[in-house]
T-cell receptor, first 113, second 112 residues
């Protein structure tokens, strides 16, 4: 039973356009959500997070939206740049599962020049 | 600040051999984690530690052991390696739990 799902394994967008990466979760006890970015042969790095008391968090070109009723979050990148090409992991945590993070399978974003 | 470092970066083992992966962090974080990542999959938690001298099982602990004798180090051991343990292993640490995690660069392990 996968509690965090990223249903799109890959996404390709043109430079300058918007990239939208989606993530769904099933456990209503999750209350803290994070996005990590991973380049090949490197470890994941933290990108942006959101607490369940908010529905939006913005950091420069990156915005995360949380829809608790739908158990859905999305990461928007505007404008997309070739350097954004990477694998993006969604992660969820909370009082459930002893606070440990549960990761989705990742979405590979390719931004074409 | 080196952050989170992992040793070694690559390793090839034969079935039945044993080895230890070392993770070190210089951020004085209480919490440390070991994950494995297989192709097309996310990060799966093997074991974690909530402080020096403590360890706990994660999602996929079978075939692995861990130790946290010092706050800055978290060791992952494979007692008898199997081909199913071929994977990329990531160590991470955090100051809060749950909280954002800082990851090491990974160890690519192949078991023949």
């Amino acid at each position: 039973d996968q509690q965090v799902k990223q249903n799109s394994p890959s996404l390709s967008v043109q430079e300058g356009r918007i990239s939208i990466l989606n993530c769904d979760y099933t456990n209503s006890m999750f209350d803290y959500f994070l996005w990590y970015k991973k380049y090949p042969a490197e470890g994941p790095t933290f990108l942006i997070s959101i607490s369940s008391i908010k529905d939006k968090n913005e950091d420069g070109r990156f915005t995360v939206f949380l829809n608790k009723s739908a158990k859905h979050l999305s990461l928007h990148i505007v404008p997309s740049q070739p350097g954004d090409s990477a694998v993006y992991f969604c992660a969820a945590s909370g009082n459930t599962n002893a606070g440990k993070s549960t990761f989705g399978d990742g979405t590979t974003l390719t931004v074409k020049p | 600040n080196a952050g989170v470092t992992q040793t070694p970066k690559f390793r090839v083992l034969k079935t039945g051999q044993s080895m230890t992966l070392l993770c070190a962090q210089d951020m004085n974080h209480e919490y440390m984690y070991w994950y494995r990542q297989d192709p097309g999959m996310g990060l799966r938690l093997i074991h974690y530690s909530v402080g020096e001298g403590t360890t706990a099982k994660g999602e996929v602990p079978d075939g692995y052991n861990v130790s946290r004798l010092k706050k800055q180090n978290f060791l992952l051991g494979l007692e008898s390696a199997a081909p199913s343990q071929t994977s990329v292993y990531f160590c991470a640490s955090s100051s809060t739990h749950p909280g954002l995690e800082f990851f090491g660069p990974g160890t690519r392990l192949t078991v023949l």
